[in-house]
């Protein structure tokens, strides 16, 4: 399922809705918009806690894809 809604839905769209919410010369980075946005769309589809969430993208590799992470990226710190 995450690889269907990976190819059929066009996340960039986040830029342009958050572009005013990132400061890019301020602070450290953050988190890519669209990655985020992803992992809280994955959490309310598979009825996951933020921790268990991070947990379960260490080691599925469907949710790694679903992220665009290599398989050997660390994923976000659960906090």
Known sequence: MLRQ???LV???FEYEELK??????NGK??????????YLLMKSIFELSDVDI????????SFKYFLDMAP????IDAS
């Open 5 to 7: 809604l990976n190819e």
């Open 10 to 12: 066009d996340f960039s």
């Open 20 to 25: 005013e919410r990132y400061c890019l010369d």
């Open 29 to 38: 980075n953050a988190i890519a918009r669209i990655q985020m946005f992803k």
């Open 54 to 61: 991070v947990e379960r993208s260490k080691y599925d590799m």
């Open 72 to 75: 050997e990226k660390s994923v």
